[in-house]
Every structure is written in C-alpha cells, then in structure tokens.
C-alpha cells in the first residue's frame, strides 16, 4: 500500500493476515430465535419462567412487566434444525459465511446473558445439533462464526447464580464460589458491575486467571471447545470492554487451533484510532483482531442516502478506514447495513425525510436500499445481511428488527434485487481476487459518490447518485472493455459508455482488460 | 306479410328491384341518378330486411328462452366489415353483384366503402365476432352484448415514423347496419345512497336513492352465419341522458351547466378504451362497464319472465359467458335483480347465478388482470359493492378452512383485498366453468394464475383452444384457393374445416404444389401493389413475404423481428456480394395511445424502413414495410399474400394468438416460440413444417427467476448481437433510438430486456437462416405450405363454438350444426 499514508498501527506482519474467506462470498446474521423453527419443535421442558410464543411473526414483547422490567424471555422458537432446514435457501442465496447471535444457554431471547459458556440452549436444541449444523453447512461451502459474549454473563448463569437455578456455588452466593474472583463486588452480594448499569449482566474479570483458563487456555477452554465442534471464529461482543492481555490471548489461542478461522471485533467507529478507557487500542496491529464489524461504513451510507451527508463525506469515511487501517483488514471488513442493534435498514430509509413527491415512501425507501446495497456489496470486505433484510423486512429498534422470518412475506423486487447483485459480485469474483481489486477514492461531489477498485484483468467503477442528474462517464483504456454492470433504479446510456443516473440510482460496471 | 323474395334465395331481378324501391321510398332519391353512398344505404338496407326477415322465421321473438340461449358478454368486439361476409353467409354474393351492376357500380366499390366496424383493440375483439359468427353457422341462439361506441379503435396516421391517433367515426355510414329498439330502452343508475328498511317480520329490504340515471338504448347488429338460417343479435347499447336539459338551470343563465348531465350520460358510450392488455382503474372505465352491464342483464331477465314465471329455471335456459373480466360486474348484477328486485335469498341466487355464469380468461399478463380501487367501485356502484363484498367474506371463510395456513394464497385469492377488487377472482368464484384459450396457457392458470381455485374446484377448469371465421380469411379473402381446394376436395369444407384434411393427398402432386405457389404469387403480388398504393415502396413479389401482423406489444416482441433484420442488414453491408434469399419483412399493427415503447417500436421500424429500402447496396433484397392503420379489411388483403407467419411472443405470455391460425389457413408457414396456439399449431402441422426456436415458457421463467439475466454480457459475448446493439446506439435515417438501446440493456433497477429478446436472439437469427434455405426449395416449401392449410382445420371457431356449447354453455342448436 503505496499510496497511503502510514497508519502508524504497529503491525505483526509475519502472522497478521485476515482469512481469504473473509475477503470473498456472503454473510449471513441470524438471530437465532428468530429465524426458522424446525418442523418437529418442541419446547423444551425448563426450570425458568418464559413465555412460549406460538404465533410466528407476531410481534415480540416490549413492554416491561409488572415490575417494571423488560425481561426480552418471550421465545418464537427458531433453533439450530431450522437453521438446517433452511441452508439450502442460504446456499442458493450465495451465503458463505454465518454468523450466529450467541446459541449458549441464557436466560433471554437474544442470549446475550450467558449462563452456560458449554452448553447450546435448550431451546435451540443440543451440541450434536450445532455440530451438524456446521457440518452440513459446510458441506454447502458455508462457515459457521459464534457471537463470543466474554465481557458479562448472565446473572442466572452457573457462574454468577444470583436465583440459585443452577446447583453448582455462583459467586453472587458465596464469596467461597470457584467463580467468585471472575466477578466484581463493590458490596457483595448485591452491588457488582454490570454491563451499562443492566444488573443482570454482571461484569466479569477477563485477567482473572480463573477465567482465562476456563475460556481459553484449557485443553477443552470454551473457545477450543467450539472450534472443534466445527465453528470457524467469533465475533467478539463489545471489544472495547476487552482488555488486551485477554485479547492477545483470544488470538493465540484461535489461531494456534486453526490459522484460518476469523476473529471480528464489535467496534462501532474507527477501530485503528480507537481509544477505550483512555487507552489507544491495538485492535488491529495483528495481534488481536483480522477484522470488525463496518458501523463507520454502514452511518456514512445511510446519511449519504438519507440526506444529511455528501457523497464526498461518505468517500472521506471510506478513505479513512482504507488509510487507517491495515490493507488485509479492510478487504477483509464485515460490511453491514444492519444488525440486532439498529433499526432495519429499509426501516432507517423509510423513515427519513423524502422530499420526492408523487411517490410513496416505502418506494423510495426501496430505491435507496437497492442504491445502498451496491455500495455495501461492491466495497472491500464481505457484506453481511442481516437475516430479513434480503426479503424486505422492516423494523425499528430492539425488538422490532429481531422480528421472525417469514419467507412467505418476501417482497419479491427486494429479494431479486438482492440476488442479482450477489450473482453481479459472484461474476466480478470470477474476474479476479476480491483481495487483489484494489480501492481507489473517485471524484465525488454533494450528490454523488463514486469509487473504483482495480486489479490486473479487470477493474469495476461504482456510482450512486442520491439526488438530481449526473452523468458517469466510463472511461475504457485501450484494449478494455465494458464487461457488465449491474444498475439500481434510473440510470441509463447516453451513449455506449456513459451512464447517466438520477436521484436513488446506482450503477456498477466491471471492465475487463482482454481483446474482444 | 308478402315474403321478399319468392324462393329461398333472392334473384337478382328481386335484389334489383328491393334496392330501387330503398331508393326511392326509403332514401328519397330517383334510383337512376343515385350516387354511390345513396346506392351502399340501399343495397345494406335491402341486407338488412333479408336478415330480419329471416330471424322472424327462425326466431320467435315472443318465445325467447324456449330453447337455452347463449349471451355473449364482450367489452369489445370487432365485426370488421359486413356487407360481404352477409352477402357470402346468405349465399347472395353472385345475385347482388350482378344487381349492383344494373345500376352502373362494382360490388367492389360498395365493400370498400363498408365501414370497418372497430368496436375492439384486437385479438379479444376479433375472437369475440367470430364466435359469433360461428354460433349462427352452428344454427344456435346466441347474442352478442357490448357497447355502442361511437368513436371505434383510432385510426392510426404514421407521421415521420410517430403514431397519431385518429378518431374513428364509423357510425357515419355503419350505422346503416343498427336497428334501435326504442321499446326496449334500459334505465342504469349511478352512484347515490342506501337506505335498510325493516319491516315488522325482520326482513330487511335495500332502498337505493338518489341516484343518477342513465338510458341505455339498443342499437342491434344482426348476425349471421353460414349456411344457416339463424340470425342472431348483437346488442349494442348506446347510452343518453333522460334529461336533455334542466330548465331550472337553464332560467339561471347556467347554459354549460344545465347540459351537463345529458353530456355526462352520453359519454359512456363515447369511446372506446384503446389499451390492449392493459387497463388502468378509470373512473369511466368502470361506468361503461357497469352501463352495457346493467342493461344487458336487466334485457336477459325481462325477456325470461316474458315466457317463464319466475326465474327459477333462469339457468336451464340462459348461459352467460363472460369474455375476459370486463364484463364481470354481471354476476354482482344479477345478484341484485335476483335479490332485491325478485326477493330470491341468497344461497338461492347464487345457485342459479352461477350455474348461468361461465368466464374465459384471455390474459396471464398482471398488468392486464383488472383490479379497481375499492373506494372509487363503493361510490358508484354501492349496493354491487355490498353484494361483492358479501361474495368475498363467502370465500374467504371457505378458504379459511381449505388453507388455513397459507395466509399468502388467501390473499391472492381474496376477491377484495387491500382496498382494491380483484375481478378475475371474482369470475373464478362465481363462474361454474372457466376456461384458457390454448392448452399452455389453460394449464398455465390451472397450476398458476388460479392454482389455489383449481385445487378446490378441478373440474371447474377447462381449456378451449381459440379459433377462428376461417371462412372470413380463406373463402372470403382468397377465393382463388378457395375455389382450387373446392376442386380438389370439393366443397365440404366451407361449412367443416376438418375436411381440409385431405388436401394431404396431394402433397407429393406437383401440379397442385405449383398452383398453390401461383395463388400465393397473385396474393403477393395484389398485396404488392397495395403497397405501392399506400407506402410507396417497391417490393419484389417474388421475394419471401415475411409478416408480422399485431398490436405492438413488447411481449410480441416485434422489436425481435427488427433486431434480426438490422442484423440481416449488416451482413448485406459487410458482404454485399454474398447471395441473400430476398424478403420483404412487413408490419402492421396499433400501438395504444399511452404506450410509449411501442411506439419506439413503430418508429424504428419506420425508420429503417426508410434507411434500408433506399441503401443502394441493398440492391432490393431487403425491404421492410409498416403499414398504417391494421384492421380487419386489411388483414383480409394481408393474410392470403403471407408466407412466413411471424409468432414470436416469448413464450408464456401470449394466450393463445389467432392471427398464427389466419396465416396457417392461408399457407404460410410459421415462426414462433412455443407459446400459446403456436404448441397446438406445431402438433397439427408436425414439427417439420415450422419453425420454432427460443426458449419454452419454464426456461423463460426459470430465467427470470434465476435474476442472473444479463442482456449486456450477449451484447459483449455475441458478435452478432454486438453489431446489432452498435447499430441502434448509433443514428437510423439520422434519427436517435436510445431508449431502445437502453429497453435491451439498462432498465429501471436494471431490469433490462424484460421480454429476453437478445437472449432469443441467437435462436432466432439461425432458425430464419433455416427459413431461407427451405424457401429456396421450392416444392419442398409449397408442400410445408399445403401441409399448413391442411392443418389448420381445427383452429376453426366452429370447433371451438361446438366445444363451448357441449362443455361449457349446454346449448344445442337450435337446428344441427354440420
């Protein structure tokens, strides 16, 4: 990389290398309560209050209730044989790689409290499920990734037991607990740090050696343990909240086990200037992470579309990352438009202020979706659905963007538009190494945003114009030619090599260097 | 009353000496001095009263429904014509040829100056006709109903390459050929309230106030048939206004305002709708449909209490078929009649009602399945709105318990459903029998379009293959082959079309061979001078007439045939001495007015036309010909000269076609995709005598579905296809065709080529190479061309008449069909 700026990110450049299967394919999120239950479901029987949901589709608890707290325990009943039933529909979408909200034992519906770093809820079905889960997906050229929670667990877990469900000692029960030093009382038992003040996550010690034996340095640690029941890599929940020495350790311990499976942190805004409790974090100076989830990217085209940024602002993100962050990384970027913890992506776009008249704003909501997916599936790194999107699931915030699947209910435009872009990335693949197709910034103004990537056979310019007219002139170099191009909303050819584009429109054009 | 004539049919000297007396009496003109219109009003006149007369013989007006008659439901019909076809049915050409003479005309003059009567787009206009036709030649009682428009289909003017429409005012002389029924005018009403009244039993009776009347007047046009001796109507309604002026208004000063509803009355009938395959939810759209509705069914129940008591044996001797979905609002309509004008309940209406309905649907296309906005139906037809909807929460609570899983089929299924009314559901739910007009596409909405209705109901579900008047396009429009297969296999066939049939015997005779390309060179040739006439083109009839005769539709994708000949020309260009098998590539067809890509469509062909036919280094090998303003006396010049019979929809789209059995009939051999009538026509005739090419409609929809079409990697890939593409991304006759260019390869969200004509292409474009090296053998093609003819008896709308009256109407004829 040449022609950027040093970072100055201290680089680890003998071992630091993002897997190739992050650099290529599809990603798919799913929210595993949520997405398919299998035919033969069956509640299981469990000691915890919960509410059963028997209405698919229906519209999950939000309320608090009657003390006055949302406890998220009302379960759909999506588990892991749904999952296998449905991977034929993943594989034929073009998904090469699921990521998995956390499948372990909680309390809750999204799982985020962990009570059993061993077990897969029972409601989700067994570890023989999971196994053949990542077995069978592989078998259709699909990888399985976990959501790793280490930074809190649940307080009704093994470890903490705050109601005494589990019959082994937690630390909220004695200060003679195993697990009493993973936890930090400040007055025991009831006062302890949670995660954002949320009492039934409480906080654990990540140093304590206890702990980093239990996830990581034992022979069948947590992380060990699941990589061999066939996950290939996490993605690690609030990174921020994860010290170093921990995270140094994550690495070793998942890259001694398999080079190429992948650890992706949760990091909400530029993570090689990322500063956590005053400290500069070396996320990405290849001892720790191979990748993070793309928020910056995802802000900066939804507010490029939606109005409020210009396309030469979106290209600055852009360029930021590309500048900042080291080259494996941002080829190998998780690029999202949504996830479990923002409002569904045709949601934010619907309920923007669209001044078009005449039509209506689930119209061009739609329109500037199928704008903003050109950009998300066409920029480096693998573009991650998050489960619904492709078939034109709305919703807002938590719960209303972990609403249940309905293949039923697919918006028959949003999902072949969806498909025919995938298949467009599939082709430009076929061209050459996502890898080896090299980012370049293009001239953008207010309404327009365009980039280019280039490789040695072929190269692809990328448009979107959010608003007016523009032209988009493709500029050939001799012996090249325009190969294909894949078109969101109004654009058209003033001549064989112009485009030009209105408002919510997007055009990608690959062109390939060879004699016709 | 004196007969007209003293045998049973007419003399010339009686013919003569009827048309003097219309003359004089009738017109008041001194036959001798009569000019030719005055003379066309006579002689129609005197067709007329030999038509009338013969219906008062064959049909007692006092004793309607003795036998079950047919009502035949059509927004559009297209007669075309009439003065020939009614001399030819009745027998009398040759008697009234030479009584014409005696007044110093050609009979030939007169039939020109007959009006084409356009009341329709196209093919569903045309089907509906022959139909009709071929229910009075099978001797059964069945009327036509539709609406009087005064301005028909447009007349279409090609300027510069564009499409005008002008306003077709046919009444001018056609009307000639109506007879108003003054005593059984129909009162429609519009809009207004509802009121429920109870009355101390708890019955609830509907009262409907306010609203607005609208008279429907009949304008008849007598029917007739071949061979036959039953004259059947065709009931046009014509619609006014009870008020000709409010007074009140009037005294007022409000001039404008006091005519006002007269005018909006009368606009009803004002025109016609000129969108073919596609409707859009107007506001008086859905008034005339509800006029020519209303008064139609109010006219069928009048005349059945006129012989019966009461109505229940409504449906042992009424069937009402309804032709596509405009006529739909029948069912809700006789619902009404049924409920609150003769107090039958409901379970007992609806019995009747649907055992007399039946439907065709003529169209897959979903932007041509009619649906119209709840609100806009519940303000002018409110109590049909409270009958649907009352129709509606009927099936939804039977499909409740059928599918109670599937929320998705419910809804599609639904007959309203997000606040619009969905009509072909409708049809399906009351129809007792619903049909498709070609085997594919029968199947294709059994197992889609209403595969949840076919689930329930399979036997609900039948197919019948369109047809047509052959006797129109063969006997009538070339008499030359008529005549020649009368010598060949004598005569039967005028009135049984299967019996071309044995016209195979002489496939391997070389003399018939030769006569049949003779016949055909004398059509080229007349159509050749038709040409020159109108466009001013010189074609060599010796070349391939190669047409393609329709709307202008994308899915008929007349822009394939264009493609393919920008590429025939490049190749002239690029090897101008290579030998070229010449042809003349002719167009005919109306665009609707709004259509705008079809009318790109007519402008490249114009356009090209002129580029191509005026290239020197063409040298007359490749003309191309868009004749202006197709209609039914057009075809009839067109289809006899006709070679290769251009059928080139993609496949699963078009419903059947008819203009592919015209052609067939006349011996030209088809290209075509395997869509609609064109699998049937290829099973008759054997694969070896046409020429099909392109996908079938599965791969065409797995193609679709597969979303991985790419239009631009054919251009890039396919060098052909390339120089096609360059072609029109360049300047035709200095004009620019870039929305064509960007029809093929760009396309809002990048839906490009919706109808995979460059995906076509290459099949296509080597299938008329097969073409041309078949034209070249000469027998060999006039034997595929004899195989054709012979083939196409089963296309005949006899045939398809008869399968209706057996199967789906139960009608018997009134006297045996031959």
């Avoid at chain 1, 140093?207 to 069948?220: A, C, Q, S, V």
């Avoid at chain 1, 190269?459 to 493709?474: D, M, Q, S, T, W």
């Avoid at chain 2, 139906?377 to 929460?393: K, S």
């Avoid at chain 2, 009318?599 to 090209?608: E, G, N, P, S």
Wanted: one cysteine or more; a negative charge.
């Amino acid at each position: 990389m040449d022609d950027k700026a040093s970072s100055g990110v201290p680089m680890n450049k003998k071992t630091f290398q993002c897997p190739f299967w992050m650099t290529e394919g599809l990603m798919y999120q799913i929210f595993p309560d949520r997405f398919a239950r299998s035919k033969d479901f069956q509640a299981p029987k469990q000691n915890k209050t919960y509410i059963m949901r028997e209405d698919w589709g229906g519209i999950p608890h939000y309320l608090p209730d009657e003390e006055g707290k949302i406890r998220n325990n009302d379960f759909f009943g999506g588990n892991l044989k749904g999952i296998i039933e449905k991977l034929e529909y993943l594989s034929d979408l073009g998904v090469t790689v699921l990521y998995l909200n956390p499948i372990f034992e909680a309390y809750s519906n999204h799982r985020y409290d962990t009570a059993d770093f061993k077990k897969i809820d029972p409601m989700l079905g067994t570890e023989e499920d999971f196994r053949r889960l990542c077995t069978m997906a592989r078998e259709a050229g699909i990888r399985v990734i976990l959501d790793g929670v280490f930074n809190h667990t649940g307080s009704d877990s093994i470890y903490f037991n705050k109601y005494g469900r589990y019959p082994e000692i937690g630390a909220y029960q004695s200060k003679e607990s195993s697990y009493f030093s993973w936890f930090r009382f400040s007055d025991f038992p009831d006062d302890y740090e949670c995660w954002w003040g949320i009492d039934t996550l409480p906080h654990v010690n990540e140093t304590d050696p206890g702990y980093m034996d239990f996830i990581l340095n034992n022979k069948n640690s947590v992380v060990r343990h699941w990589l061999a029941c066939g996950a290939s890599g996490f993605r690690l929940d609030v990174v921020d909240e994860l010290p170093d020495e921990f995270l140094d350790r994550f690495r070793e311990i998942v890259k001694e086990y398999d080079e190429d499976a992948v650890i992706i942190g949760e990091v909400w805004e530029d993570a090689a200037s990322k500063v956590s409790y005053g400290k500069k974090r070396r996320y990405l100076g290849g001892n720790q992470l191979d990748s993070v989830m793309n928020y910056p990217l995802q802000k900066a085209i939804i507010g490029f579309l939606n109005g409020y940024l210009s396309g030469e602002t979106l290209s600055q993100t852009i360029e930021g990352l590309w500048k900042n962050y080291p080259e494996t990384v941002f080829y190998g970027l998780m690029n999202i438009l949504g996830t479990h913890d923002t409002a569904r992506i045709l949601t934010q776009f619907e309920e923007a202020e669209n001044d078009e008249a005449g039509r209506d704003d689930i119209d061009i909501a739609k329109q500037k979706l199928f704008a903003a997916i050109i950009i998300w599936a066409l920029i480096p790194g693998i573009p991650c659905i998050y489960y619904g999107d492709e078939i034109g699931m709305r919703g807002g915030r938590d719960p209303f963007n972990r609403m249940c699947f309905i293949p039923e209910e697919t918006d028959p435009e949003i999902y072949r538009h969806y498909r025919k872009l995938i298949a467009f990335r599939k082709k430009l693949q076929n061209c050459e190494k996502l890898a080896d197709l090299k980012y370049r910034p293009e001239a953008c103004s207010e309404n327009l945003f365009t980039f280019s990537r280039n490789g040695k056979s072929c190269r692809l310019y990328v448009a979107v114009c959010r608003k007016g007219i523009e032209l988009f002139p493709i500029k050939t170099e001799p012996g090249e030619r325009i190969e294909d191009f894949f078109i969101s909303g109004d654009v058209y050819l003033e001549d064989l090599d112009t485009f030009r584009l209105k408002g919510c429109s997007g055009v990608a054009v690959i062109l390939r260097k060879e004699p016709f | 009353m004196k007969p007209l004539c003293a045998g049973d049919v007419c003399t010339t000297e009686e013919l003569s000496d009827h048309i003097r007396k219309k003359l004089l009496r009738h017109l008041g003109t001194d036959p001798d001095s009569a000019n030719i219109t005055e003379l066309y009003k006579a002689v129609c006149l005197v067709v007329r009263d030999i038509m009338s007369e013969l219906q008062m013989k064959t049909y007692d007006e006092g004793s309607a429904h003795r036998n079950k008659e047919l009502y035949f439901l059509s927004m559009e019909f297209l007669p075309g014509p009439s003065l020939k076809n009614n001399l030819f049915n009745l027998g009398l050409e040759n008697a009234m040829c030479d009584a014409v003479a005696e007044f110093g005309t050609n009979l030939n003059a007169l039939y020109d100056m007959d009006p084409d009567a356009g009341l329709g787009n196209g093919g569903l206009g045309r089907l509906a006709s022959c139909y009709l036709d071929a229910v009075a030649t099978c001797g059964m009682a069945g009327h036509g109903m539709s609406i009087c428009y005064e301005y028909g289909i447009f007349k279409q003017k090609i300027e510069e390459g564009w499409q005008k429409e002008l306003a077709d005012d046919w009444l001018d002389l056609g009307d000639v050929w109506l007879r108003s029924k003054e005593e059984e005018i129909k009162e429609v009403r519009f809009g207004g309230k509802l009121k429920e009244i109870w009355n101390e039993k708890g019955e609830m009776k509907l009262i409907h106030t306010d609203y607005t009347t609208v008279l429907a007047i009949p304008r008849d046009m007598l029917i007739t048939g071949y061979g036959s001796n039953v004259i059947n109507t065709l009931r046009l309604w014509e619609s006014t206004s009870p008020v000709s002026i409010d007074m009140e208004l009037f005294a007022r000063g409000e001039y404008l305002k006091s005519m006002e509803q007269k005018h909006m009355a009368e606009i009803i009938s004002k025109i016609l709708y000129p969108e073919d395959a596609h409707r859009e939810g107007k506001t008086l759209r859905i008034m005339q449909q509800y006029f020519f509705i209303s008064a139609s069914m109010q006219t069928i129940v009048d005349k059945h209490l006129s012989t019966f008591p009461n109505l229940n044996n409504f449906a042992d001797k009424v069937a009402i078929h309804i032709n596509d979905t405009h006529p739909t609002l029948a069912i809700p309509e006789l619902m009404r009649i049924f409920i609150d004008e003769h107090n039958y309940a409901w379970d007992e209406a609806w019995e009747i009602v649907s055992s007399a309905i039946s439907y065709t649907n003529h169209t897959i296309m979903p932007e041509a399945l009619e649906v119209w906005p709840e609100d806009l139906f519940a303000r002018f037809l409110p109590r049909l709105h409270t009958i649907v909807w009352e129709i509606n929460r009927r099936l939804l609570q039977r499909l409740q318990s059928q599918y109670p899983y599937d929320d998705k089929l419910r809804n599609s299924m639904s007959i309203i459903y997000e606040e619009k009314i969905h009509m072909a559901n409708l049809c399906v739910t009351a129809a007792h029998k619903v049909n498709g007009v070609s085997r594919l596409h029968s199947d294709i909405i059994r197992k889609k379009l209403f595969g949840g209705f076919a689930q329930m109901d399979p036997e609900k579900f039948t197919n019948v293959t369109n047809g047509i008047a052959y006797r129109r396009w063969l006997c009538q429009a070339n008499p030359q082959l008529s005549e020649f297969i009368d010598e060949l296999i004598g005569p039967a066939f005028h009135k049984n079309a299967e019996e071309l049939e044995k016209l195979k015997d002489y496939k391997d005779n070389p003399a018939v061979l030769e006569r049949l390309d003779n016949i055909k060179l004398y059509h080229k040739q007349n159509l050749t001078k038709f040409i020159k006439e109108h466009n001013g083109i010189n074609v060599d009839p010796h070349s391939i007439f190669d047409v393609q005769v329709k709307r202008i539709h994308e899915y008929k994708r007349q822009l394939l045939n264009l493609l393919h000949i920008i590429h025939l020309y490049n190749g002239i260009i690029e090897y101008p001495q290579k030998e070229f098998q010449p042809r003349t590539f002719i167009f005919a067809g109306k665009a609707a007015a709004g259509y705008y890509f079809a009318k790109q469509v007519i402008r490249l062909a114009f356009h090209l036309s002129e580029a191509v036919n005026k290239d020197p280094l063409v040298k007359d090998r490749l003309k191309i010909v868009f004749l202006e303003n197709y209609s039914v006396s057009q075809s009839e010049i067109i289809m006899p000269a006709a070679e290769v019979s251009e059928q080139i929809s993609l496949a699963g789209k078009e419903a059947s076609g008819t203009g592919n059995m015209k052609m067939m009939i006349n011996g030209a051999v088809t290209i075509g995709t395997l869509d609609g009538a064109n699998v049937e026509i290829s099973q008759a005739v054997g694969n070896e005598n046409i020429f099909l090419f392109g996908m079938n409609a599965e791969e065409a929809e797995a193609l679709r579905n597969s979303g991985t079409y790419s239009p631009w990697s054919l251009y890039q890939n396919n060098a052909d296809i390339n120089r096609v593409i360059g072609f029109i991304s360049g300047k035709i006759n200095s004009e620019n065709f870039s929305e064509l260019l960007n029809y093929l390869t760009t396309g809002f969200n990048g839906d490009a080529d919706p109808y995979f004509i460059l995906a076509d292409f290459e099949s296509y474009k080597k299938t008329q190479q097969d073409i041309s090296a078949a034209y070249s053998d000469r027998i060999s093609w006039n034997r595929m061309s004899l195989q054709n003819i012979a083939s196409a008896g089963i296309f005949s709308a006899d045939r398809a008449v008869k399968e209706y009256a057996e199967r789906i109407w139960m009608i018997k004829p009134l006297q045996v069909c031959l």
